[in-house]
């Protein structure tokens, strides 16, 4: 089983930048897919970006061009940079990984482990 551990959210006013970090330990990651969703308040859990274990990059429509996801395969560690925050992007940021389920063309879960989130508010 892995372990996830995000960090790195906080308050933060429109326009700003936060970098959420997940920290990844018990078992190796191997090819593991690294994630992030998110869940707004009364709303459903959704995809926000994905990278693979050889670099490939998927992102949900409504961050592209604001986030950035990152990994480094020999430290375990996935981050996402998140540039020109907005509050519709406040939310509880998990990060997650595994293998990716899609529906569609898109992302829609992670088969594997899941971290306890943390939470990222954006005011405006």
């Known amino acids: 089983q892995v372990q996830l551990v995000e960090s790195g959210g906080g308050l933060v006013q429109a326009g700003g930048s936060l970098r959420l970090s997940c920290a990844a330990s018990?078992?190796?990651?191997?090819?593991?897919?690294m994630g992030w969703f998110r869940q707004g308040p009364g709303k459903e859990r959704e995809f926000v970006a994905a990278?693979?274990?050889?670099?490939?990059?998927y992102y949900a429509d409504s961050v592209k061009g604001r986030f950035t996801i990152s990994r480094n395969n020999n430290n375990n560690t996935a981050w996402l940079q998140m540039n020109s925050l907005q509050p519709e992007d406040t939310a509880v940021y998990y990060c997650?990984?595994?293998?990716?389920?899609?529906?569609?063309?898109?992302?829609?879960?992670?088969?594997?482990?899941w971290g306890q989130g943390t939470q990222v508010t954006v005011s405006s």
């Open positions: 018990g078992r190796t990651l191997g090819t593991y897919a």
């Open positions: 997650t990984a595994g293998d990716l389920i899609w529906e569609r063309r898109t992302v829609v879960t992670v088969e594997g482990s």
């Open positions: 990278i693979t274990w050889s670099g490939s990059l």
